[in-house]
């Protein structure tokens, strides 16, 4: 256990420990955290306020870093964060630095065409209009639908996607009102595996998500560091706390932003 490993209730201590490091990271995903989910995934802002607050928050030092399952080209003018902070997109598979260096995973040319493939047979199906593609992964979203038009855009995507899954290192994921199918190694868990072992043990890492993806990320840095779920509706999680957004997720920014100032 490092001075920055954090157990459940240890809330303060490991907030104490952020304003002792001289290197901190705190790590956010993007929709359902730090900016309300919305059918109209281009106008999905950050809630008032959060922006101001990680201006302050990397002004302040900390290395921040927002992770997403969309495509990193996505997050920035969402963010509108000028200097912009790291952006992990595609769930890990993309990483944008600080200083606008950009790597990605490779992705075989079997896997290439398995995603390829997903997306023709997607757009077959009348589903064209609800796709996201991205680097490693065909997601369909169904955000927004009624009732009545869910189940069959749910059936019509498993049909398709379902068949292809396990293939070429490809595995088939549900997210908050979607599915995908992606290559495996586009895993949040795997991204901040990559970025801890980049990292003396004993700055303080904090990770935030809402969804099913972000869970790999919990396990990863559950023994290494703080990891919070944000939502407004309690459910089963490996995260130590749970904060409800805006008001909770707000209070926990300012927390952060005052700790770096030496006001813990």
């Known amino acids: 256990m490092t001075k920055a490993a954090v157990k459940a209730g240890s809330y303060a201590r490991f ?21 309300p989910f919305s059918a109209h995934r281009k106008m999905a802002f950050p809630y008032p306020g959060v922006g101001d607050l990680l ?80 680097l490693a992964a065909v997601a369909v979203h169904w955000r927004g639908l009624k009732p009545a038009e869910l189940l069959p855009v749910r059936s019509k995507a498993y049909k398709v996607l379902e068949p292809l899954a396990g293939k070429s290192g490809l595995v088939l994921a549900e997210f908050e009102e979607g599915v995908e199918i992606r290559l495996r190694a586009a895993n949040k868990g795997t991204a901040l595996q990559r970025l801890l072992s980049e990292l003396n043990p004993d700055v303080p890492v904090a990770y935030l998500g809402d969804d099913i993806t972000d869970e790999d990320a919990f396990r ?23 904060l409800k957004p805006p008001d909770e997720l707000i209070g926990f920014l300012t927390a952060w932003s005052k700790a770096c100032r030496g006001k813990a």
């Open 15 to 35: 907030m104490q420990d952020v304003a002792a490091a001289k290197e901190r990271v705190l790590i956010l995903d993007y929709d359902g955290t730090i900016a």
């Open 55 to 134: 201006h302050q928050i990397m002004s302040d030092g900390t290395r921040l870093v927002v992770a997403s399952g969309r495509a990193a080209h996505e997050l920035l003018p969402l963010l509108g964060m000028i200097p912009p902070p790291e952006i992990w997109g595609t769930h890990g598979a993309e990483r944008v630095y600080a200083d606008g260096r950009y790597e990605e995973i490779e992705v075989t040319q079997d896997s290439l065409e398995v995603l390829l493939k997903s997306e023709t047979r997607l757009e077959q199906e009348g589903l064209g209009h609800l796709l996201e593609v991205k």
């Open 220 to 242: 990863v840095l559950n023994d290494r560091g703080l990891t919070v779920l944000v939502n407004a509706k309690p459910r089963f999680t490996a995260a130590q706390l749970s």
